[in-house]
């Protein structure tokens, strides 16, 4: 109900302009003044979009929305159940998320852009939860109005809003980007970044142990070059950037294939290993173009100092047109970063779902197979001496077999692990023997096309120009086998994954997981040096035990496995590498 919140009463004289000295009475209204419901405000700022507009075609900034779903839905359906869904509506703006179908809890997972074309802090994005009923009308089960003149621009906020009266919770985040440059001083800046180091210095090392963050970014994109090679009338270029699962992006900058933006961002950091994903992106005639982008993980951004990068292609492996200048600077407290790597990583807000690709099944099988192979060789040569095939090695591997069981311990084995990480580190840094790259480039093949189609797509699309009555169980048949396919492909992708990780991990390739180790191999050999073994196990499995007691919301992991998930792929290590610029 509207709310009242002025009553007048006002009288009115009647007169007729033929004879004005007549009486012919009076009109007495009252007046009330109420506030506007949201469809009227709705409709207000709609009417003054629609003529703001018309002075001006371009937007000036951003409104993204990530819908992750909602909570505590009452059931609208005989079953118990609703098929929820969202609408938005940012004055003539208009968007829908798709239908989830029985649940209360939906995860919808889906983003949105809306252009702000006026001052963003005099709109209001509309919010409205429905439960779908075909071939009868939709249920109304909700709605809630966000005002963006609440929010501070160029930072992502996570809201819970209440969905009206119900009792559900919708969960969003919400940025305000691409506006133009601010004057933000260097003395701003370095104030910032001073006050950070003082935040995260060792001395706070107990208050971090709670929070969140370990660290902030200060990223400038500064200028790009040579970006296309369209007419400069039809450029109007911008800068995407990702941290995690924070997105913002940089003013659009008209007429130049060299534009200069100078757009700072400030993200705060959970996971020292993320990775800074750039995109340019081009809005020509209403329609967004991709022209490149680069991939840096955090630990190799060269602080300090502007760094120009040559921008690669869709795969991130190629060239692509033209390179992006950056300025960064990074603080962030080295033992909260330690203590995250055994921890899970942050799933990605908007995942893709796995497609089955052929090509990339026959890769991963061939690469389980490599896998396979040594053991196989092992295993021959083990068959070799218990066989006394050759006398000489059979005596000499019973004779190093022997003082092994006599001499050896457990933390000898920690012991060996610390030495190969050292004679890796000689070979690479000192000797400077490594063909890394070239040798996994001859290793991974992608092909930019295949990514997003499925192979199977030919044969859904015959599937369905025949009778469906006549070949419902062919399809039910048909999916099953895909199925299976894609559970082989995920399966043996995860081992191939794993395998090189722990190669890349002795590689040196992240000297910072490498150093970490290292660390805890010693740690290890002296633990289990002067602890017997069976109360290390005693303490392990009483840890892992009684975890979910102390910690109930601790996600179920294995420190092992969270730790190598930091090492990256052969296919990551090649999207990292910088290219050279060409000389000119």
């Known amino acids: ?84 869904y969202c609408k938005f509506k940012l004055g003539s703006q208009k968007y829908k998320t798709k239908v989830q179908p029985k649940t209360l809890n939906p995860e919808w997972k889906e983003k949105f852009d809306m252009k702000l074309y006026d001052d963003q802090s005099k709109q209001s994005l509309f919010i409205e939860v429905w439960d779908r009923d075909f071939p009868a009308a939709d249920d109304f089960i909700g709605e809630c109005l966000v005002e963006l003149c609440d929010y501070e621009p160029d930072v992502q906020h996570d809201l819970r809003l209440p969905i009206g009266e119900s009792s559900g919770t919708l969960h969003l985040l919400l940025v305000i980007s691409g506006l133009s440059c601010k004057e933000e001083s260097d003395v701003l800046s370095g104030n910032l970044m001073k006050q950070a180091k003082i935040d995260f210095q060792l001395q706070n090392i107990v208050k971090l142990l709670s929070a969140k963050e370990i660290g902030l970014l200060h990223i400038t994109i500064e200028r790009g070059a040579d970006l296309c090679s369209y007419n400069e009338r039809d450029i109007r270029s911008f800068v995407t950037i990702e941290v995690g699962n924070a997105q913002l992006r940089t003013h659009a900058v008209s007429y130049t294939a060299d534009p200069i933006w100078n757009k700072t961002f400030s993200f705060p950091i959970k996971d020292i290993h993320d990775i800074v994903h750039i995109e340019v992106i081009n809005e020509r005639k209403g329609k967004e ?108 591997a019973l004779m190093v077999f022997t003082m092994a069981c006599l001499v050896a311990e457990i933390w000898i084995i920690f012991l060996l692990l610390a030495v190969v990480f050292i004679m890796y580190y000689v070979k690479v840094y000192i000797k400077h023997e490594s063909s890394y790259f070239k040798e996994s480039y001859q ?11 499925s192979d199977f797509s030919d044969l859904e699309d015959y599937s369905h120009t025949k009778d469906p009555s006549e070949h419902v169980n062919w399809r039910q048949r048909f999916r099953q086998f895909q199925d299976i396919l894609l559970t082989l492909q995920i399966m043996s992708g995860y081992v191939v994954d794993l395998s090189e990780r722990v190669k890349n991990l002795f590689h040196w390739t992240v000297p910072f997981l490498c150093w970490m180790a290292i660390l805890i191999c010693f740690l290890a050999m002296v633990l289990t040096y002067f602890v017997p073994l069976r109360y290390i196990i005693l303490i392990w499995g009483l840890y892992k035990m009684t975890k979910r007691l102390w910690k109930q919301r601790q996600i179920p992991n294995n420190e092992i496995l969270d730790f190598l998930s930091r090492a990256p792929t052969d296919l990551e290590l090649l999207q990292w590498k910088e290219l050279a610029r060409k000389n000119t």
Not at 10 to 35: F, H, R, W
Not at 360 to 371: F, G, P, Q, S, Y
Not at 443 to 453: H, K, P, Y
Request: hydrophobic share 40%; with cysteine.
């Open 289 to 396: 173009e991709w022209l490149g982008q680069l991939m840096i993980p955090l630990l190799k951004l060269q602080v300090g100092h502007s760094k120009t990068y040559v921008l690669k292609g869709k795969s991130c492996l190629n060239r692509a047109h033209g390179t992006i200048t950056i300025n960064c600077d990074l603080v962030y407290n080295i033992v909260c970063a330690g203590l995250q790597t055994f921890k899970p990583k942050e799933v990605p807000v908007l995942e893709e779902e796995p497609k089955f690709q052929r090509k990339l099944l026959l890769r991963n099988i061939h690469k389980v197979i490599e896998l396979i192979h040594p053991v196989v060789q092992v295993h021959h040569y083990i068959q070799e001496l218990l066989s006394w095939q050759n006398p000489v090695q059979s005596l000499m």
């Open 443 to 453: 290793r991974v093949q992608v092909d930019d096309n295949s990514e997003n189609e």
């Open 1 to 84: 109900m509207p709310i009242c919140y002025r009553v007048e009463v006002i009288t009115l004289s009647l007169t007729d302009p033929v004879a004005p000295a007549e009486q012919l009475g009076y009109l007495q209204l009252e007046i009330k003044v109420l506030n506007m419901t949201y469809h009227e405000q709705h409709a207000y700022e709609q009417q003054k979009l629609q003529q703001s507009k018309k002075k001006i075609q371009c937007w000036n900034s951003i409104l993204t929305v990530t819908v992750l779903g909602a909570t505590d839905l009452p059931a609208m359906d005989s079953n118990g159940f609703s098929d929820p």
